[in-house]
């Protein structure tokens, strides 16, 4: 059975503060950040549904009437403005999560052929998911703060001591439920993102920690 990471783990790359970026963070950050980045955009190109803040994000436009990209830079900063009471920080990593992950995100999505056979579409569904779970695990190690939506979740795991992996679960699929009401739409890949994603970042966190003690001793 594949453990489940319940915290984040203190690896050799992470930062003092959420401003002290080092030449040792920046490989992990970046690689981070485009694993997740490509991982949005294979799932939006499957055409079996996005992930549940994309969802939502659809759901607000809609009502809205303003494009996804407005909608989605508005939810990051409504997320953001929930970040105050939590003593949640930003920092450089924040930064780089808004403008890396859009930029692969638009590269993938218009780079990569859409499949039509369902085998490669459930192939780019999964590889979406572990994809943005080693990637969530990588640059959430920096310790350069969370991009908003897993700023969220970091900081409620601090606050309610719950595990990252019931936190993530809880919040992705409250947003799929509220997008899908908006009218915001799912498909089934968006559907097994909500149910897997928890579990997939808390593997890539355990993987990632033992890799770091067997390299230490």
């Keep these: 059975m594949i453990k489940l990471s319940h915290k984040i783990p203190v690896t050799p790359w992470r ?8 030449p040792r963070m920046i490989l992990p950050l970046v690689l981070g950040l485009t694993m997740f980045g490509c991982g949005e955009g294979l799932l939006v190109v499957s055409h079996w549904g996005a992930t549940p803040w994309t969802v939502f994000a659809q759901g607000i436009a809609r009502h809205a009437h303003i494009s996804l990209g407005w909608s989605t830079a508005a939810i990051s900063c409504v997320v953001l403005l929930a970040w105050w009471p939590l003593r949640e920080r ?15 995100l ?9 499949p039509h056979d369902d085998w490669v579409k459930a192939g780019y569904m999964v590889g979406a998911v572990a994809l943005i779970g080693v990637g969530s695990a990588l640059y959430l190690t920096c310790g350069l703060g969370p991009g908003p939506r897993d700023g969220l979740m970091t900081s409620l795991h601090r606050r309610l001591g719950v595990s990252v992996v019931y936190v993530r679960l809880t919040l992705e699929v ?11 739409t799912v498909g089934i890949g968006t559907a097994f993102f909500a149910g ?18 067997k390299w230490s001793t």
């Design 174 to 184: 409250m947003v799929l439920v509220v997008g899908w009401l908006l009218g915001g």
């Design 15 to 22: 930062a003092k503060n959420t401003w002290d970026l080092r």
């Design 90 to 104: 930003p920092g450089i990593g924040t930064i780089a999560n808004l403008i890396i992950i859009a930029y692969v």
């Design 106 to 114: 638009d590269i993938t999505s218009a780079t990569v052929p859409i």
């Design 196 to 213: 897997t994603i928890g579990f997939s970042i808390g593997a890539s966190l355990n993987a990632l920690d033992w890799c770091v003690r």
